[in-house]
């Protein structure tokens, strides 16, 4: 009697364990694949102390322009307020994900980060920066089109789709 118990009970135990483990193998894939959702590049929110690394330190070389990142990238000085700017985000984040790995999408609140766009002159938003890896960036103003932005990434950051 005592070992028929102690056998169900093993067996009670051990059928537990397998349908455990194979609740933790679902759950594994389920964060796996999520995770992989969350590496689709979106637009990077910078402050000035991550503008200083990930993109130009003005602070130590204030008179050269010197791109940091190992890919190219855009820059939006914007602002929460501004209905052009507004307009400009849903394009950026698309951009984001297609461009996944090959370009940068930066964002900066020039409420926010006033030290920066006043660094960079900003008097008209949204002003972008496209910023290649070994040339001097271009600026644009205002609202662009799609088609504006992938000409610019083509031209000026020479990055294909």
């Given at each position: 009697?005592?070992?028929?118990l102690?056998?169900?009970?093993?067996?009670?135990?051990?059928?537990?364990?397998?349908?455990?483990?194979?609740?933790?193998?679902?759950?594994?894939?389920?964060?796996?694949?999520?995770t992989?959702?969350?590496?689709?590049?979106?637009?990077?929110?910078?402050?000035?102390?991550?503008?200083?690394?990930?993109?130009?330190?003005y602070?130590?070389?204030?008179?050269?322009?010197?791109?940091?990142?190992?890919?190219?990238?855009?820059?939006?000085f914007?602002?929460?307020?501004?209905?052009?700017?507004?307009a400009?985000?849903?394009?950026?984040?698309?951009?984001?994900?297609?461009?996944?790995?090959?370009?940068?999408?930066y964002?900066?609140?020039?409420?926010?980060?006033?030290?920066?766009?006043?660094?960079?002159?900003?008097?008209?938003?949204?002003?972008?920066?496209?910023?290649?890896?070994?040339?001097?960036?271009?600026?644009?103003?205002?609202?662009?089109?799609?088609?504006?932005?992938?000409?610019?990434?083509?031209?000026?950051?020479?990055?294909?789709?």
């Amino acid at each position: 009697m005592k070992k028929t118990l102690i056998l169900a009970f093993a067996s009670v135990l051990l059928l537990a364990s397998c349908g455990n483990n194979k609740q933790k193998e679902e759950n594994k894939q389920e964060t796996q694949i999520e995770t992989k959702k969350e590496k689709t590049m979106k637009a990077i929110h910078l402050t000035k102390e991550e503008f200083l690394k990930k993109v130009m330190n003005y602070e130590e070389n204030p008179t050269e322009w010197k791109y940091l990142g190992d890919k190219p990238c855009i820059i939006d000085f914007y602002a929460d307020w501004c209905g052009p700017c507004k307009a400009v985000a849903p394009v950026l984040e698309q951009l984001a994900e297609e461009y996944d790995g090959k370009i940068y999408v930066y964002k900066i609140n020039t409420e926010e980060q006033q030290e920066l766009a006043a660094v960079f002159g900003i008097q008209s938003i949204p002003t972008i920066y496209f910023c290649p890896m070994d040339e001097n960036p271009q600026m644009a103003q205002g609202a662009l089109p799609k088609s504006a932005f992938k000409q610019a990434i083509s031209e000026v950051l020479k990055v294909q789709e």
